[in-house]
């Protein structure tokens, strides 16, 4: 990708950066691997069971800044590839919770991994400091409440 166009609020520049980081995690996941049936916006769902596995559809698209629906959609297509699995919720007969497969915790995997990768090339690209400075100004933006909350 060029230099982003000058003047640009901040707000795009992140969704920029994130947009480059994510492309480079998605390629180094499916490049080569037995997952190049996923698509970028697998992500959306597959991320947050990673990081908790055994959600609610509804939990995974708040956490996902996503609506209910478009989330379904991404979950549907997941478990017919064999990534994702519905199963009863022990605390509510009428609601299931969704979890990783055998398939999708490999996945999880080799994500992680690339996410670790791409993590070390930024630390190279800024230097410790600036990347440390980064994470923390990051988490004082999730924390102030930029963490994803509402709907895209």
Do not use: C, W
Not at 50 to 79: F, I, K, N, P, W
């Amino acid at each position: 990708m060029s230099d982003p166009p000058r003047g640009l609020p901040s707000s795009a520049l992140l969704r920029l950066a994130y947009n480059a980081l994510a492309a480079r995690i998605y390629s180094a996941v499916v490049s080569g691997t037995a997952f190049e049936d996923l698509r970028p916006a697998h992500g959306n769902a597959m991320e947050q069971l990673e990081l908790e596995d055994g959600l609610r559809l509804t939990d995974m698209a708040m956490r996902a800044g996503m609506t209910a629906q478009s989330m379904g959609e991404l979950v549907d297509d997941l478990e017919r590839k064999g990534y994702l699995e519905r199963r009863p919720d022990p605390n509510d007969r009428r609601a299931k919770r969704i979890y990783l497969t055998a398939r999708g915790r490999e996945n999880a995997r080799i994500a992680k991994q690339a996410t670790t990768d791409v993590e070390a090339q930024l630390a190279t690209l800024l230097g410790a400091r600036r990347y440390q400075t980064l994470r923390r100004a990051l988490e004082e933006i999730i924390a102030a409440g930029g963490g994803g909350e509402g709907q895209r």
